[in-house]
């Protein structure tokens, strides 16, 4: 199995979530973000390679039509998203609303 790049693979998948659990079983090593690798890290379940080796963050965008209002139901779901992904954001991007 090919799994990007060229590179061989036991198993692909395009699910955080499960690429997450075939790591804890010990099917190889993950390329996991913080959100999903702290806790297993912190309980020893999962060990960082690499210390020192840090990617830039990526951008995390939300897309609605500009042109309408933005409903209760969108408000609280952004403000839980920002919310929620501040902890990641690099301190460059972090900034009250």
Known sequence: MSCGAGRKAFACVDDGNAYLEAGLVGLGVLWLPQYLARAHVERGELQRLFEGWHLDPMPLY???PPNRHVSAKLRVFIDWIVEL?????????????
Do not use: E, I, K, N
């Not at 992904?85 to 609303?97: E, K, L």
């Open 62 to 64: 939300l897309a609605f």
């Open 85 to 97: 992904m501040a902890p990641f954001a690099p301190a460059s991007h972090r900034h009250g609303r």
